[in-house]
């Protein structure tokens, strides 16, 4: 069974950085074919996609959001983190974490995704 659960604080002022954590039950972070990314709600609004590690490491982000975005992994954890710097009040949002498959071999689309957690900025 696989499984998704977002951690990290909830209140984090403006100008710092937010940093959430992914842990990953189930299937390794490194299984081939399978993106692991980052998705966040904001109050009132769509779902706004942030970025993925991919299954060998590689990154990519929001053009939107790359100049203050980083997602890394740590393998003996099954883990992959979140940092967002200088976050503003437009960064308050529910974020998500979510595998997504291939569309070739893993039939494509975000087939797991975590619980969500509330992050609000403000002082």
């Known amino acids: 069974q696989v499984q998704l659960r977002e951690s990290g604080p909830g209140l984090v002022k403006p100008s710092q950085t937010l940093s959430l954590t992914c842990t990953v039950s189930?299937?390794?972070?490194?299984?081939?074919?399978?993106?692991w990314s980052w998705i966040r709600q904001p109050p009132g609004k769509g779902l706004e996609w942030i970025g993925y590690i991919g299954d060998i490491g590689s990154t990519y982000y929001s053009p939107s959001l790359k100049s203050r975005t980083s997602i890394f992994r740590d393998t003996s954890k099954n883990q992959f983190t979140l940092q967002l710097s200088s976050v503003t009040p437009e960064d308050t949002a529910v974020y998500y974490c979510a595998r997504w498959g291939d569309p070739v071999v893993r039939g494509g689309g975000y087939d797991y995704w975590g619980q969500g957690t509330q992050v609000t900025v403000s002082s």
């Open positions: 189930g299937v390794s972070i490194t299984t081939t074919f399978y993106d």
